[in-house]
């Protein structure tokens, strides 16, 4: 029995698709899908379609392109609405989300813990000011598309919705994380900013996590955190806790030839994590 990983799967994208249409079943295996699978609901739907029936159980948590609003529904609702949409899509699948109770992987032991937190612009430098972060990107054209693809509702900005969603999630871990258990901790952006090394978009950091979730990994006890978002697959290490980043990415950053399975990272095995 084994815990895969993959994210950013970009399924708007058609050879994504069929990457993910031909990869081949694992019935006694779980997959957890860290983000960034794609903008539709529809899409969406499909992918936890596709899933469900090649592994024996799914996770998911939200990249910040499933808060995209992007079809006629823009004008009808905010980012917040289509989260609570697609946890209910997930829920009619079995797949695990963020707002479901935590489930252990039975080899280990450990927790898996579906997280939803998004960013607050803190990954900038020192000399940088929030209020000037946006336009220091712009200087040379790092802006995320999320600043006019995303929309925040009644939280009014991304900084004041990751600060509630921070602030949930801690005060979940507080009350339901039993004494001396492991955890292996899922989000889509990673949890420290020494994580993230994207020189072909250098001032893209604002837009890739927040340092409220700096500590996570051992305050909540993590035997592995597992995050995508930057297209940069690598392992890293800290404090002695696994970090696994495990994008896919769009068609130009993957090789089609060698089939998705090539690319799902190992999170556990059956021994050890």
């Known amino acids: 029995m084994k815990l895969w990983a993959i994210s950013d799967l970009h399924l708007g994208v058609e050879s994504n698709r069929q990457g993910l249409r031909a990869l081949p079943a694992h019935p006694a295996d779980w997959l957890i899908l860290a983000g960034d699978i794609c903008e539709s609901t529809e899409l ?3 992918a936890f379609t596709l899933c469900t029936q090649k592994f024996a159980k799914v996770f998911w948590v939200p990249g910040n392109h499933e808060l995209w609003l992007v079809d006629r529904r823009r ?5 917040p609405m ?5 946890v209910q899509a997930a829920r009619r699948f079995g797949v695990v989300t963020p707002e479901d109770p935590w489930v252990v992987f039975p080899p280990t032991g450990a927790v898996i813990v579906p997280l939803f937190t998004l960013y607050d612009y803190s990954f900038r430098p020192d000399h940088v000011s929030r209020e000037d972060v946006v336009e220091w990107a712009a200087e040379i054209d790092n802006v995320c598309t999320d600043e006019v693809a995303i929309k925040p509702g009644a939280m009014k900005t991304m900084d004041q919705w990751n ?8 005060a979940r ?3 339901e994380l039993a004494p001396q258990t492991r955890t292996i901790l899922v989000s889509h952006f990673p949890l420290r900013e020494d994580l993230v090394r994207i020189p072909r978009v250098p001032r893209f950091t604002p837009w890739c996590g927040t340092r409220r979730t700096h500590d996570w990994h051992i305050r909540f006890r993590a035997d592995v955190a597992v995050s995508g978002h930057l297209h940069v697959r690598h392992t890293d290490w800290r404090d002695g806790v696994r970090f696994e980043e495990v994008s896919l990415g769009y068609a130009r950053q993957w090789d089609p ?3 998705l399975q090539h690319y799902l990272r190992l999170v556990c095995g059956a021994d050890d994590c």
């Open 44 to 46: 969406l739907i499909e």
């Open 75 to 79: 004008d009808l609702m905010t980012s």
């Open 82 to 86: 289509k989260y609570t949409e697609l």
């Open 163 to 170: 600060a509630t969603l921070c602030d949930a999630a801690e």
């Open 173 to 175: 871990f507080e009350r």
């Open 257 to 259: 030839s060698k089939g």
